[in-house]
Structure formats: C-alpha cells, structure tokens
C-alpha cells in the first residue's frame, strides 16, 4: 500500500503472512489522521450516561458541542446527562483566567438543575492557562454540599485511553461512600455497558431471569446513588473492557471484588456471559436458569437467522471500531451469518485483544491498530468488502467507496447487544449489503 506511512507498518498485520506481533498501545503518529478521539472525549463518553450528574465542560463552546449528547445512552428517569453545559471561555478568559467563570457557571447550574453530584471536564484551553479547577471544585462542594468533581482531560494531555482511566479515578472517588445499603447475596455490577438503545435492561432481565441483581451500571443508566454502593456486589462483570478494566482493578484492589470480561454481542458470547456468572456464584439452580434462558432465547432467534444467513453467506466484511473486545465478538457474530472479515481494527486494543483476533480470523485477515481513513479505504478496496462496520467516522468511507455500513459505535440508536440485538444485527447486515442501491453505484 503506496499511502501507508512509515511509522505505521508495525500497527499491521496480515494474517498468514506477518509472523510479528502487532504494536500497540501507542500515541498516534502525526500526519496519520487518527480516527481516535482526544482525552476529553475519553472521558466524557465514559461518564456521560450518568442521567442524574451535571456534567460541566470548562472550556470553548466547540468542545461542549463535539460531545453534545454524544451516546445513544437511554434514561429510565433524569436526563440531565442529554445537557451539554459549557463555561463557553473566550479571549478574556483565556487572558485573565476562567476560574471565576467556572465558579459561576457550578453555583448556578446547581441551584437551576439540583444533580446529585457534578462532573467538571478539563479541555485543552484550560491546560493551557491553568486554571486551578481542583480549587474551584473544591469550593463549591463546601458550599453546596454535593460532591464536585474535577477530571483533569485536556485533550492533548494524552490518547482517547488516558480519558477513560481518568473517568474511572472520578467513579473511584464516589464508590464506597455509601456504608449503610445492604444489598442480596448473588450481586453484580455491571461494568462498561452504557445502556445503547436500552441495551442494559435487557441485559439487567436476563440477569434478573437468572436470579442475579444488579447494584450499579456502570454507567449506562447510572445514578450517582447507586455508584456509591458499588463496593457491596460480589462481582464485577465488564463488558467495554477497553474503557473499564482500570476501574476492575481498582475496586478488586480497594474492596477485594473480583471481575470477568464478558461481551454481550452475538449468540456465542452472551451466553457465556450468563454461564460464567452461574458459574462464579457456584449456583446450580441459577447455571440451570441460565441454560433454560439461553435454550428458551435461541429456539425464537436462530430459526429467523437462518432467513438473513442464506442470502448474506460469503459476504465480506471489514471492522473498525473503539475497543478491540467488541470486534473479537463482531468477528464471531459475522461468522454465525455466513460473513468472512477481511479487515478487522480497532483504536484502542491491547496485545492480549489483537493476539485473539489473530488466532480467530481467516488466513489473509488484515488487522490493524489506531488506523486512518486513507488506510481503511485502501483495505477495503484491496479485500473488496462487502460491508463496513463502525462508527460515525466510519460512515462515509464505507458510502463514498459504496458499500454497505453498518453502526456499531456508541452513537447508535438500536440494541445490538443481547439475543434480540443480535437478530437486529443480522437484520441491518442483510438491508444494508443486499440493498438494491449498491448495483448503480460504479
Ligand atoms: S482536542 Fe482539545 S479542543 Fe479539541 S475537543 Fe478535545 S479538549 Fe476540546
């Protein structure tokens, strides 16, 4: 590939071919137009679905408007989250300093909207004037009573993964503030799943079906009361393990709660995500309540998948997407339609993440790390995919180069998770590579 800068050959390999580990876990190179977002996004993506937080963004009005309801999180109450308040700092902040501005804005949004706890976002300006935003939030929490908190995420301050380590230092902060709740024996929290489309509560019902509860999503249809409680489950189950695992760690470190990466995409491994929770609480009659689920929940869906599977066998597709955990279940789950992937990346994978993809994908299979539009358009006209799959960034690659796309990213307004969402899966694969408009395209 001509366009393919230097620095990135070691971010790329082909299966059967480069006999190397792929690299990793890097700063994006510059010049390469990484499809990653800044530390800042990071963070706000990660705290976002929290429906009864204010979230407060001290810095440029363009900032706010980037991640201006930035998931397709749902809320069973509050939307509070859907609000994207900014301190909107101009020339005369940026001159004299914006701390008065942000004070301002805190004592004013608490008074009108009365949030539970406030989240106050760091944007590269301010990292660059240096505003003592610790101080600030320092201030009004003594004043107003309600845990404010400062997540120090300048956008330049580092890639879109130091935002999610500094989202979970912010959740660390609330967790274990409440002593008093008691909660059942057979406990969970639910860790990196941000309730897309309500996608958390139908994964909360098989849980429930199961006889398992639910303390605290975190954070997808999150409350700020029930993250204070998190320390009393028994196990962490964690799905977005890319923007997740540090907080794992953390609570098994703080509080002693061991934690299992799960996916709940495809048929495969939602039902592992029900077994291995049976099987950590050492239940029969809940591994038996499982089984019957997952037997009750395929005989609806595979019937209705062998429809999409006959006309989608042999298609194939090319992936690129956040965290590398999702593509290893979107692989499976295209295999489960007949589909081959071609092309599968992802921007924040790790080692562990890309060595099973390796193993899982086909011979020829082109893997890639923190890639670029330049690079995925070469991969896709070079493989000759028959579908995109992806996020926002994504889209118009797959339409200019006229193919199919799908939406797996978090902007997305339909439940992909779970087995229902893995029947709207196949339903959006099949209307978008078997469109009719594809044969007018040249
Ligand atoms: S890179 Fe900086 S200026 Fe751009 S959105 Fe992120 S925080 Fe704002």
């Not at 366009?3 to 059967?16: A, D, F």
């Not at 860790?191 to 897309?196: K, M, P, T, W």
């Not at 005989?299 to 965290?323: C, D, F, M, T």
């Amino acid at each position: 590939m001509n366009e393919m800068l230097k620095g990135r050959k070691s971010q790329i390999v082909t299966k059967g071919q480069d006999d190397v580990a792929i690299a990793c876990g890097k700063a994006s190179i510059a010049g390469s137009v990484s499809q990653r977002a800044c530390v800042f996004c990071g963070s706000r993506v990660v705290l976002y679905p929290i429906a009864d937080a204010l979230h407060l963004i001290h810095g440029p009005v363009g900032c706010a408007a980037y991640t201006w309801d930035i998931r397709g999180s749902l809320s069973s109450g509050p939307q509070l989250h859907r609000l994207s308040f900014t301190t909107d700092l101009k020339e005369k902040e940026v001159v004299f300093g914006g701390e008065t501005r942000l004070y301002n804005a805190l004592i004013s949004l608490i008074d009108n909207y009365k949030p539970k706890a406030a989240f106050v976002y760091a944007t590269c300006i301010v990292g660059v004037i240096g505003d003592d935003m610790e101080a600030v939030c320092r201030r009004v929490t003594r004043e107003k009573g309600i845990d404010v908190i400062p997540l120090m995420s300048e956008g330049f301050n580092g890639t879109k993964k130091d935002g999610y380590k500094i989202a979970c230092a912010a959740l660390s902060k609330l967790i274990g503030t409440d002593q008093t709740s008691v909660v059942p024996e057979h406990s969970i929290n639910i860790l990196g799943d941000f309730n897309l489309a309500g996608e958390l509560w139908m994964l909360a019902e098989y849980y429930r079906r199961m006889g398992v509860n639910m303390v605290a999503c975190m954070t997808g249809d999150g409350r700020i009361d029930d993250v204070r409680k998190a320390h009393k489950a028994k196990l962490n189950v964690v799905q977005c393990s890319g923007s997740m695992t540090y907080l794992a760690k953390d609570m098994e470190d703080k509080y002693g709660i061991p934690f299992m990466k799960v996916s709940y995409f495809g048929i495969e491994d939602m039902s592992d995500a029900l077994y291995e929770v049976a099987r950590f609480f050492k239940s029969d009659e809940m591994m038996q309540k499982a089984r019957e689920l997952v037997r009750e929940e395929l005989s609806k869906l595979l019937p209705e998948l062998q429809k999409y599977r006959a006309q989608l066998e042999g298609k194939k597709a090319a992936i690129y997407v956040g965290g590398a955990f999702k593509a290893i279940s979107l692989v499976k789950a295209l295999r489960l339609l007949g589909m081959k992937t071609v092309v599968v990346g992802s921007q924040t994978g790790n080692q562990d993440d890309y060595n099973l993809l390796k193993e899982l994908c086909d011979e020829g299979t082109i893997i890639v790390d923190d890639s670029n539009p330049n690079e995925l358009s070469e991969f896709v006209k070079q493989t000759g995919a028959n579908l995109f799959i992806g996020g926002v960034k994504e889209r118009p690659i797959a339409f200019k180069l006229g193919l199919g796309f799908c939406d797996h990213n978090h902007e997305r307004k339909e439940a992909l998770a779970g087995y229902e969402g893995m029947l709207n899966f196949a339903k959006e694969v099949h209307a978008s590579v078997c469109s009719p408009v594809w044969k007018f395209m040249k």
